[in-house]
């Protein structure tokens, strides 16, 4: 049986463009206690590299990374 993935919280960025989707990521990650995990709705295409470039430097997670509809969606593991 799949286990369910458990979102601790969600921030939906749409619509805020560069370098604000990631500066809003890190400080909600920022805020968050390890092991935690965080999903990102954004439709900034920068987010592609910026985020998962963020979590490299911080040590954090990237458990996954979907696009549909123009929208893309990380969810991240403290």
Do not use: W
């Amino acid at each position: 049986m799949r286990q369910k993935k458990i979102i601790d919280k969600i921030l939906d960025v749409k619509g805020l463009v560069c370098p604000v989707p990631t500066v809003m990521t890190s400080q909600t990650l920022k805020e968050m206690k390890k092991g935690a995990s965080l999903k990102v709705i954004t439709n900034d295409m920068t987010t592609k590299e910026s985020i998962p470039s963020l979590c490299t430097d911080r040590g954090y997670k990237i458990i996954d990374i979907k696009e549909e509809d123009g929208l893309i969606y990380f969810t991240i593991r403290k």
